[in-house]
């Protein structure tokens, strides 16, 4: 059978509903508060006593036997010591169970009641954050692409949330995607829509890439892992300040307008890029294009290559004086405008183009000069059709 004697006499300063009406019951409770704690602190120095005492008596009756077993000094006067020794430990025992007894019979209080069984203190402290690898920029492109190949689906969801909350839920489920990584995937992907014209869809990509960016910020104020202030993030800018929000409109609206200057930018490359490409197609045999050649001739020269008028051509080259005929007539066979000698070469298809036997030709031709061959050889025509005798 359970006890519970021992729960009726709590000794507690303040228990007291009824107080007689001349007696201060504040002033009555502190008095009975201090005289409490004076009495424990009296045990509390009466303890300390006696165990000091109990020290002393265990060092004396040490030293005494050892100096019986070992004999020295008188004998006699050694066993009577140790005789008061022990006298003097039995009055310690006595001493000891008369302040147990005092002790039980102590009404318990708030200080006495209980004991803690055992103390534990944890603190949770955060990731520290990662400190920046140096890598090179071959480096970081590899890491790039392995990080978009693995997650490049992950990050398209993500950009397509629209609810703080759930922007929150996923990344805590997909904590990888916190990172700078995917801050940059997402500013590549808010170009390309931009590029393609999904305005709308643009804009809100960038809005949670923004909303990454401010994650990574804000651990890096804090020198913490991203991951740990994903939730503080989106609790804050769901309960923020009108000040914060503006500034946080504000970041997102510029970075925008910047998403849209590079796109255009970027198409503007992509244009000039394809224009010198098709530059590059049509360039000449010596390095010239033909439509810059042929805005640079003459009107007289231009009229002859649009109706393509070999005989009208042969009289405008006549006309001309001899350097200005030379130097259109060489530009347009540099650039592909004029084929000199275009009827051999159809004559004779396999002997390659009329360029080649053009070229074939100044060979045998500067070998004949070498040779002593044809001495009274003619200058070399401009094109076919039309010879430096024309000219003159």
């Known amino acids: 059978m359970v006890d519970y004697s021992k729960w009726k006499n709590i000794e507690i300063s303040d228990d007291e509903d009824d107080t007689h009406p001349n007696i201060d019951t504040p002033s009555l409770f502190r008095w009975r508060h201090q005289a409490r704690i004076e009495r424990m602190a ?15 008596y265990q060092a004396r009756l040490i030293d005494v036997k050892q100096r019986i077993g070992k004999k020295e000094g008188d004998e006699a006067a050694l066993k009577k010591e140790l005789e008061k ?34 103390e534990k203190t944890v603190i949770n402290k955060k990731a520290p954050r990662k400190p920046d690898e140096n890598l090179s920029e071959e480096e970081r492109e590899q890491r790039m ?15 397509m949330f629209r609810k703080y909350d759930d922007s929150k839920e996923f990344l805590q489920k997909h904590s990888q995607l916190v990172c700078d990584d995917a801050v940059n ?5 808010s170009i390309n829509l931009e590029m393609e014209e999904k305005h709308e869809l643009m804009a809100h990509v960038a809005h949670q890439c923004i909303c990454m960016q401010y994650i990574l910020e804000l651990a890096k ?17 769901q309960n923020c300040l009108p000040e914060y929000r503006q500034q946080f409109e504000t970041e997102i609206r510029d970075f925008k307008e910047r998403i849209k200057n590079r796109a255009r930018e970027k198409v ?29 001739l003459p009107d007289e020269l231009k009229a002859c290559f649009e109706s393509r008028d070999v005989e009208l051509l042969q009289k405008t080259i006549a006309a001309m004086p001899v350097d200005v005929a030379k130097y259109h007539m060489k530009r347009c066979v540099d650039s592909g405008l004029w084929v000199p000698n275009a009827a051999d070469a159809e004559a004779a298809p396999s002997s390659g183009s009329g360029v080649e036997k053009t070229d074939d030709a100044k060979e045998e031709s500067a070998k004949g000069k070498e040779e002593g061959e044809g001495d009274e050889t003619k200058e070399e025509p401009i094109y076919t059709g039309v010879s430096t005798e024309d000219v003159d």
Do not use: H
Request: aromatic residues 8%; hydrophobic residues 30%.
């Open 221 to 237: 104020q804090l020198n913490v892992d991203p991951r740990a202030c994903v939730t503080s993030f989106f609790s804050k800018i």
């Open 145 to 159: 692409k392995k990080f978009i190949s693995e997650n490049e689906a992950l990050c398209k969801k993500y950009g």
């Open 185 to 189: 995937y997402l500013v590549i992907w």
């Open 268 to 296: 503007q490359e992509a244009m000039a890029e394809a224009e010198e490409e098709e530059r590059q197609e049509r360039m000449g045999p010596g390095g010239l294009d033909p439509a810059d050649v042929f805005e640079s």
């Open 42 to 56: 009296e045990m509390d120095k009466e303890r300390d006593e006696l165990k000091k005492k109990r020290q002393s």
């Open 85 to 118: 020794i022990e006298n003097e430990g039995k009055e310690l025992d006595r001493i000891e169970n008369e302040m147990l007894k005092k002790e039980n019979k102590t009404p318990w209080n708030v200080d006495t009641i209980s004991k803690p069984g055992f």
